[in-house]
């Protein structure tokens, strides 16, 4: 019988304060449905500088370890995919497995590639277990991100900031993956990038959508030759794409992931058996199906929607968001996950959700961590947007929670609550 493996649970962690989007939207003069509608927000996640990459990861982890009993002598690698390290050398997994007492014997190392990262470092922890050379460990990944465009910005309402920790081993619970059907594309490309010693990004807006598409459209393309192959999908009367229950894709803003859908749709519809018969307009008339989109994509987005932008661990914010409301619904069933990160590298792989998946979610009670957040006004978000990131404010942390207390000579200190 063929190893499984993936992943067995997840927790979340994410900024204690967050702001109306419609706020903001009407503090810059903006009509609200500009960003409700046009990007799909509803809330954005506010870190301070005491809740940085370190102290959001070091949260999820713990948690996930906390809530699912894991004995961390059985962890043999932690990974931390990222794009807001907090330094050129010193891994946050490092911070983290200090944080959190963890095993001297594991592998710790960060995964960088933009949005990309924590796929990159899901993907080494799944073949590093399904090779047999973790021998029966679990691995952790987390993805933990600030995503930061600066005051009266045009990716200001795209700003948002959290951690997704996930548990892999070979009892995936939540999700098994189909190890080796991966379809992957990259690009050496400038559409988004953030120079040493900024803490602003650098965007090209309407080009990296462009990078986006045509990235998921090789990645999505070679998946389907994989599963074509396997026969774990099939021309027919449906689509391959409709075949998966779910497709879960990156979102910078929720509004993304539809632009996402079609395109992945106008993949299968310009490359079916018959496509010569229909034209390129009536194609892209049909890949827009908002049928489509609702049964495939619409229930994913309720947490990105009420966080933001999370780099790395946005489309694990959709793992959560779908599993959260729908995984007694979806076990048994595959869906697709679509992972970019600018620079560029996209990979699209699908899995299995687990028939444990609802006691797994019950588990990270995502809602209670959603809940216990304040929301703030406008002045106090720009007090905190103008807040230098090496004096954090003296808060102390919730139980559970990690804290940055301190920079001194250089060196990191923190707090656990």
């Not at 979806?330 to 990979?347: N, P, T």
Request: glycine content about 10%; hydrophobic content about 40%; aromatic content about 6%.
């Amino acid at each position: 019988m063929k190893k499984q493996v993936g992943i067995e649970a997840l927790a979340i962690a994410v900024p204690r304060r967050y702001v109306d989007i419609e706020d903001l939207a009407r503090a810059r003069g903006v009509d609200p449905a500009k960003f409700t509608v046009g990007l799909g927000a509803k809330e954005m996640a506010v870190a301070d500088p005491g809740e940085d990459s370190v102290a959001l990861a070091a949260t999820a982890a713990a948690r996930v370890i906390q809530r699912n009993n894991v004995d961390p002598a059985k962890v043999g690698m932690l990974v931390v995919g990222t794009e807001t390290g907090v330094d050129h050398s010193k891994a946050v997994a490092s911070h983290v497995q200090g944080l959190l007492k963890l095993p001297r014997s594991m592998r710790t190392y960060d995964t960088q590639h933009a949005c990309y990262g924590g796929t990159a470092g899901l993907m080494a922890a799944v073949e590093w277990i399904a090779s047999g050379a973790g021998a029966g460990r679990s691995a952790i990944v987390v993805c933990s991100d600030i995503a930061r465009y600066g005051l009266n910005t045009a990716g200001e309402p795209t700003q948002g900031g959290g951690a997704v920790a996930l548990l892999v081993s070979e009892q995936p619970d939540l999700l098994a993956l189909d190890i080796g059907l991966n379809g992957v594309s990259s690009n050496d490309v400038y559409d988004f990038w953030r120079p040493l010693g900024r803490r602003e990004a650098v965007v090209d807006g309407h080009y990296s959508i462009s990078c986006y598409l045509e990235a998921l459209a090789g990645a999505y393309r070679g998946w389907r030759e994989r599963a074509l192959a396997h026969e774990v999908v099939r021309w027919g009367e449906t689509l391959p794409g409709e075949q998966l229950a779910r497709i879960l894709y990156h979102v910078p803003f929720c509004k993304m992931a539809r632009k996402a859908h079609t395109q992945l749709r106008l993949c299968d519809l310009e490359d079916a058996p018959g496509a010569a018969e229909s034209t390129p307009a009536a194609r892209e008339e049909t890949a827009k199906s908002s049928a489509s989109y609702d049964a495939q994509v619409a229930s994913s987005l309720g947490l990105n929607a009420r966080i933001g932008n999370v780099y790395t661990a946005s489309l694990y914010l959709a793992l959560a968001g779908l599993l959260q409301g729908e995984s007694a619904a979806l076990a048994g069933k595959r869906i697709g996950l679509l992972s970019y990160g600018s620079g560029c590298c996209a990979e699209f792989y699908s899995g299995v959700v687990g028939e444990a998946a609802a006691q797994r979610m019950a588990k990270a009670d995502v809602e209670s961590v959603i809940a216990k957040r304040e929301r703030i006004t406008l002045d106090e978000y720009e007090r905190i947007m103008r807040l230098s990131y090496d004096a954090p404010e003296r808060v102390s942390p919730a139980p559970g929670e990690f804290r940055l207390v301190e920079i001194r000579d250089h060196r990191r200190i923190y707090a656990a609550g």
